[in-house]
């Protein structure tokens, strides 16, 4: 695989339904109770995993907030 420079991450913005929202963070969620640790998996991943649950999870509140 080849390696990628830092520089060269691209940022992504993408629209998400209510729906769309549950579903991501319930599949971080499981992803995060499946994660096999390192060596299997690059070992910073379980942080990006669990930042990711974590804004997901704020977004959730919103949404049920404005519901």
């Known amino acids: 695989m080849p ?3 830092e520089d060269e991450v691209k ?3 993408v629209d998400l ?3 769309d929202v549950r579903t991501l ?3 971080v ?4 109770e499946k994660w096999p640790g390192s ?3 690059p070992v910073d991943e379980q942080e990006k995993l669990f ?3 974590d804004t997901l999870f704020r977004m ?3 949404i049920n907030l404005e519901a």
Do not use: C, H, V
């Open 51 to 53: 930042d990711m649950k």
């Open 17 to 19: 339904t209510d729906e």
């Open 25 to 27: 963070y319930y599949a």
């Open 39 to 41: 060596p299997q998996r």
């Open 29 to 32: 969620t499981m992803a995060l």
């Open 11 to 13: 940022g992504f913005q």
């Open 3 to 5: 390696q990628i420079n």
């Open 60 to 62: 959730i509140l919103e």
